[in-house]
């Protein structure tokens, strides 16, 4: 592993990092040290399924929680994260 890469925490490979953290906060700077950036692509594409299937603002604090504990799930433990129920699109159930 070189000073170009980091061990991904989500595929365990060694990848190419972030160029920058996603967020101004401890979380984004813990995705900039553990995530590669096709594993952080892959979250992007998930999350948007989320932000969509549920009608999130991430404007709105709880949104931005939500997607928050969405991101530990499926990035740092490894989860699966929260499942699109279809029969219930446009509700949200935290």
């Not at 925490?9 to 920058?20: E, F, I, Q, V």
């Not at 692509?41 to 997607?67: C, S, V």
Request: a negative charge.
């Amino acid at each position: 592993m070189d000073s170009e890469t980091i061990r991904c925490r989500r595929c365990d490979k060694d990848s190419a990092p972030l160029a920058k953290a996603p967020f101004r906060n401890d979380l984004g700077d813990r995705v900039l040290r553990e995530i590669c950036s096709s594993c952080w692509q892959d979250w992007l594409q998930h999350q948007t399924l989320l932000i969509n299937h549920y009608g999130l603002d991430p404007r709105e604090k709880a949104a931005r929680n939500f997607l928050y504990e969405q991101i530990e799930q499926v990035l740092f433990d490894r989860g699966e994260g929260k499942e699109i129920d279809t029969s219930k699109e446009g509700t949200i159930e935290w």
